[in-house]
């Protein structure tokens, strides 16, 4: 265990709709990254936050959007659902005094399907 | 194309036996992580090597990383049923990418 935890554990979209997904980072943790990975496939970065701003982001469009809360809990928003979004969506919390991406710590993920 | 390509794709051995996994990149980095990955949960992360270092241990395993060659490589030893899994490199440059994994099964 990692100290990271996600919700929901599954979810079921239809094409069109609009997400969102949470993560608890662990305790002390400053930065959060999300990241798509499609079966079969590794991860694939989709954003970072350090300290409430985005601090780098991956080729995803902007309907891909996230926060991060005082709290460094972050969310991920995807509007207008597309099939291919359907994957496994990891978030991992990682302790940075600067954005150097040192050992991240990944949450169990969200299994998004969408029909 | 990904930052980040492991090889093989995938590697079945006796347990017992050692496990190589290499990685190639193709930018500069500031580390390289390697990855596990348990059926369709999230990722465990199992070492860190920095640009300017060459080679790490961590119990069972051992990384190398040669820079001139853009190239890193995981070894397991003396493998066992329970290293059964995907392992993914990760390298830091710009951001961080992730391989597509090789996917080990350790038979008993």
């Known amino acids: 265990e990692t100290g990271v935890t996600q919700s929901p554990t599954h979810l079921i979209k239809t094409r069109g709709q609009q997400v969102t997904l949470r993560c608890s980072s662990q305790?002390?943790?400053?930065?959060v990254s999300w990241y798509q990975q499609a079966l079969g496939q590794g991860p694939q970065f989709i954003f970072q936050?350090?300290?409430?701003?985005?601090?780098g982001r991956g080729n995803f469009p902007p309907r891909f959007s996230g926060l991060q809360f005082p709290n460094y809990s972050s969310e991920l928003n995807v509007n207008a659902l597309e099939l291919d979004d359907s994957a496994l969506y990891l978030c991992?919390?990682?302790?940075?005094?600067?954005?150097?991406?040192?050992?991240?710590?990944f949450g169990p993920g969200t299994r998004l399907t969408v029909l | 194309s990904q930052q980040g390509e492991e090889d093989p794709q995938a590697l079945s051995i006796q347990e017992g036996e050692n496990a190589t996994m290499n990685c190639s990149y193709k930018?500069?980095?500031?580390?390289l992580q390697w990855y596990r990955q348990n059926s369709g949960r999230g990722l465990v992360h199992l070492i860190l090597?920095?640009?300017?270092?060459r080679e790490k241990h961590s119990g069972r395993l051992r990384v190398t990383l040669d820079t001139s060659k853009k190239s890193s490589s995981l070894l397991i030893t003396a493998s066992r049923a329970a290293d059964t899994a995907s392992y993914f490199c990760?390298?830091?440059?710009?951001?961080?990418?992730f391989g597509p994994g090789t996917r080990l099964s350790v038979l008993p």
């Open positions: 991992a919390s990682s302790l940075a005094t600067q954005p150097t991406y040192n050992e991240q710590f």
């Open positions: 305790s002390g943790h400053n930065t």
């Open positions: 936050y350090y300290r409430e701003e985005e601090n």
């Open positions: 930018t500069s980095i500031n580390n």
């Open positions: 090597i920095r640009s300017n270092e």
């Open positions: 990760a390298t830091k440059g710009q951001n961080f990418v």
